[in-house]
């Protein structure tokens, strides 16, 4: 019951979200429309930071403390991780396009964070392809700790190197570069995915219980 209500809790604030991104937050003034894919495009890269970030640690965790539930905490966040990353990666280019002329440009960030995608892609293959619990276990927690290794590395690049991609809004030092009115809208935005990614996260690692608890005899081996 907990976990509908937290479900429907987090559909409710992305929807609100987006309504008042799309009909209460006033326009940018030499991008237009396009910009609005930020209220979508920015808060899916927080949502891909958390993930990892989190996949990272239960990774670290796992191989010092040998947990079941920190090796499946680290896969269902890989998965939810995944899907908010493809989201930034399809939202990206419908921006860039109007804005910079292409769908596409090979610098930095974008590159950096098309190889994440892939590292985590890898991570999903691996644990399908690994049948030996333990050994899974261990290979992709080393997988999941280096793919989050470079999660510092996307946020740095556009200081790092010359880019298309504009420079941090929020998460930079001094105040942000945004309008009242649309960092209010930014803020319910990174609040509302923040909650999705909770329970996205809670409803895959329930999924991983019942499915292990469906097959005991597979036990894990330290």
């Given at each position: 019951?907990?976990?509908?209500?937290?479900?429907?809790?987090?559909?409710?604030?992305?929807?609100?979200?987006?309504?008042?991104?799309?009909?209460?937050?006033?326009?940018?003034a030499t991008q237009g429309p396009a910009q609005k894919i930020l209220y979508l495009?920015?808060?899916?890269?927080?949502?891909?930071?958390?993930?990892?970030?989190?996949?990272?640690?239960?990774?670290?965790?796992?191989?010092?403390?040998?947990?079941?539930?920190?090796?499946?905490?680290?896969?269902?966040?890989?998965?939810?991780?995944?899907?908010?990353?493809?989201?930034?990666?399809?939202?990206?280019?419908?921006?860039?396009?109007?804005?910079?002329?292409?769908?596409?440009?090979?610098?930095?960030?974008?590159?950096?964070?098309?190889?994440?995608?892939?590292?985590?892609?890898?991570?999903?293959?691996?644990?399908?392809?690994?049948?030996?619990?333990s050994m899974r276990a261990r290979y992709s927690a080393v997988l999941g700790i280096?793919?989050?290794?470079?999660?510092?590395?996307?946020?740095?690049?556009?200081?790092?190197?010359?880019?298309?991609?504009?420079?941090?809004?929020?998460?930079?030092?001094?105040?942000?570069?945004?309008?009242?009115?649309?960092?209010?809208?930014?803020?319910?935005?990174?609040?509302?995915?923040?909650?999705?990614?909770?329970?996205?996260?809670?409803?895959?690692?329930?999924?991983?219980?019942?499915?292990?608890?469906?097959?005991?005899?597979?036990?894990?081996?330290?």
């Amino acid at each position: 019951m907990k976990a509908t209500l937290l479900s429907i809790a987090a559909a409710t604030a992305v929807a609100i979200t987006f309504v008042r991104a799309i009909f209460f937050t006033p326009l940018e003034a030499t991008q237009g429309p396009a910009q609005k894919i930020l209220y979508l495009h920015a808060p899916a890269a927080w949502g891909a930071v958390l993930a990892f970030g989190l996949v990272g640690l239960a990774s670290v965790l796992y191989l010092w403390l040998r947990e079941d539930r920190l090796d499946r905490i680290a896969e269902s966040s890989a998965e939810v991780g995944l899907m908010f990353t493809t989201v930034v990666l399809v939202t990206g280019p419908l921006w860039g396009k109007p804005v910079w002329g292409t769908w596409w440009t090979w610098d930095a960030r974008l590159t950096l964070t098309l190889f994440l995608w892939f590292i985590y892609l890898a991570y999903v293959v691996l644990r399908g392809a690994v049948d030996d619990r333990s050994m899974r276990a261990r290979y992709s927690a080393v997988l999941g700790i280096l793919g989050a290794l470079l999660i510092p590395f996307i946020h740095l690049s556009v200081y790092l190197f010359r880019t298309l991609h504009p420079q941090p809004i929020l998460m930079k030092p001094g105040a942000p570069s945004l309008p009242s009115e649309m960092l209010a809208t930014l803020l319910l935005a990174f609040g509302s995915f923040t909650l999705l990614y909770v329970a996205l996260l809670r409803a895959r690692y329930r999924y991983a219980v019942e499915r292990d608890d469906a097959h005991p005899t597979e036990a894990y081996v330290a």
